[in-house]
């Protein structure tokens, strides 16, 4: 069973950064995605960036393209999010996911979830 553990939330200052990282176990993950999503009050859950595995290959939310990095750690078996220049309206709870195949954006096609870290910026 694919397991997917967040750390790495809390509060940072607009302007300021923030790294999320999001430990897997269960399977090898050569061939699957894993990828962060957000979820502000009062709003659907949205994709922010996402990595597949085994190529490398990513992709980005217009609204943290340039100010985010998602990379992986293959030893660790974990993916990080480096978030920086932030903003108000990064704060959500930030979710990390897994699927078998390629990157989508549609977070109803992603197969595993983390719990979710929360993640609040400040004036």
């Known amino acids: 069973q694919v397991q997917l553990v967040e750390s790495g939330g809390g509060l940072a200052q607009a302007g300021g950064s923030l790294r999320l990282s999001c430990a897997a176990s269960?399977?090898?993950?050569?061939?699957?995605?894993v990828g962060w999503f957000r979820q502000a009050p009062g709003k659907e859950r949205e994709i922010v960036a996402a990595?597949?595995?085994?190529?490398?290959?990513?992709y980005y939310a217009d609204s943290v393209k340039g100010r985010s990095t998602i990379s992986r750690d293959n030893a660790k078996n974990t993916v990080y999010l480096q978030m920086s220049s932030l903003k108000l309206e990064d704060k959500a709870v930030y979710y990390c996911?897994?699927?078998?195949?390629?990157?989508?954006?549609?977070?109803?096609?992603?197969?595993?979830w983390g719990q979710g870290t929360q993640v609040t910026v400040s004036s």
């Open positions: 990595i597949y595995w085994s190529t490398g290959t990513t």
């Open positions: 269960g399977r090898t993950f050569s061939s699957y995605s």
């Open positions: 996911a897994a699927r078998v195949g390629i990157i989508v954006v549609r977070s109803t096609r992603w197969d595993y």
